[in-house]
Nanobody
Framework: QVQLVESGGGSVQAGGSLRLSCAAS????????MAWFRQAPGKEREGVAI????????YYADSVKGRFTISQDNAENTLYLQMNSLKPEDTAMYYC???????????????????WGQGTQVTVSS
């Protein structure tokens, strides 16, 4: 089992920045695909960014490309999401997710991921 705990959410004005963290514990050696998802009220959960933890390869949803950066600290078993130039439409609950391996056809499919954190709220005001 793998446990994921997100932190770093908060309220920020448009144009501001936040960095989310996801601390992983348990059998972390068994997961090689980690991702960030978000869900706004009344909307479906959407994938934001994924990282292949072995190679470090990253992929982003078009809506955040160029503004968000996913990264990892393997020594600390921590996943990050640096969010810059935030917009009101980025307001959502943000979730960390993990799976034993990545599949290019499943990067942003929430049902693909085996492990989930409890989420951290991000609110961007205009």
């Amino acid at each position: 089992q793998v446990q994921l705990v997100e932190s770093g959410g908060g309220s920020v004005q448009a144009g501001g920045s936040l960095r989310l963290s996801c601390a992983a514990s348990g059998y972390t050696y068994s997961v090689y695909c980690m991702a960030w998802f978000r869900q706004a009220p009344g909307k479906e959960r959407e994938g934001v960014a994924i990282i292949y933890t072995r190679s470090g390869s990253t992929y982003y949803a078009d809506s955040v490309k160029g503004r968000f950066t996913i990264s990892q600290d393997n020594a600390e078993n921590t996943l990050y999401l640096q969010m810059n130039s935030l917009k009101p439409e980025d307001t959502a609950m943000y979730y960390c997710a993990a799976h034993p391996f990545c599949s290019s056809g499943s990067w942003f499919l929430d049902y693909w991921y085996k492990y989930w954190g409890q989420g951290t709220q991000v609110t961007v005001s205009s």
